[in-house]
T-cell receptor
Framework: KQEVTQIPAALSVPEGENLVLNCSFTDSAIYNLQWFRQDPGKGLTSLLL?????REQTSGRLNASLDKSSGRSTLYIAASQPGDSATYLC???????????FGQGTTLQVKP | NAGVTQTPKFQVLKTGQSMTLQCAQDMNHEYMSWYRQDPGMGLRLIHY???????DQGEVPNGYNVSRSTTEDFPLRLLSAAPSQTSVYFCASQRNSGANVLTFGAGSRLTVL
């Protein structure tokens, strides 16, 4: 059974700091891995998607990496800003017609 | 350009009451799903549908029913609410089961007393 774990559950950093969020999964047979952002009281917004054959994806200040062999993904946020404060969730997808399995999320607070 | 619309946003029920959470999408997506989000547990899949007339169970289906009579709508029914069903519920849609991009609704917060 696929399990997805995100550590830490919460993180507080000063503005401008570079930071890394971690996601680990137990079964390396994944189709893809996605990172989502969730703002309080809102739904989820997809940030980055990494296919199983890829090692990383970048979007602006965000960079996500994938190491299937070790069952790990990281989301790197450069030069963090208060507007980055949100909950970040990772989710792995099994091969089609696979379902998404979500981690518990990391709640990030960036202090001005 | 509404995307995925969920109603109601908030609901309080008493144990044993029934209700339906509504979900509608206007993107002609085949695949729709319902998740619940509980503190410290991430999102868990309740039920999903790969197209009109077809539904299937996810990880935590007990206590919930769904139907998919049209492509646009995917309501989630609680027949006899229990306090354990207090949660935030999210509906999501995607073009098909192989698609990567999910569109989520804003969520429905349900409290069962």
């Amino acid at each position: 059974k696929q399990e997805v774990t995100q550590i830490p559950a919460a993180l507080s950093v000063p503005e401008g700091e570079n930071l890394v969020l971690n996601c680990s999964f137990t079964d390396s047979a994944i189709y893809n891995l996605q990172w989502f952002r969730q703002d309080p009281g809102k739904g989820l917004t997809s940030l980055l998607l990494i296919q199983s054959s890829q090692r990383e994806q970048t979007s602006g200040r965000l960079n996500a990496s994938l190491d299937k062999s070790s069952g790990r993904s990281t989301l790197y946020i450069a030069a963090s800003q208060p507007g980055d404060s949100a909950t970040y969730l990772c989710a792995v997808k099994r091969p089609p017609p696979g379902k998404l399995i979500f981690g518990q999320g990391t709640t990030l607070q960036v202090k001005p | 350009n509404a995307g995925v619309t969920q109603t109601p946003k908030f609901q309080v029920l008493k144990t044993g009451q029934s209700m339906t959470l509504q979900c509608a999408q206007d993107m002609n997506h085949e695949y729709m799903s319902w998740y619940r989000q509980d503190p410290g547990m991430g999102l868990r899949l309740i039920h999903y549908s790969v197209g009109a007339g077809i539904t299937d169970q996810g990880e935590v289906p007990n206590g919930y029913n769904v139907s998919r009579s049209t492509t646009e709508d995917f309501p989630l029914r609680l027949l006899s609410a229990a306090p354990s069903q207090t949660s935030v519920y999210f509906c999501a849609s995607q073009r098909n089961s192989g698609a990567n991009v999910l569109t989520f609704g804003a969520g429905s917060r349900l409290t069962v007393l």
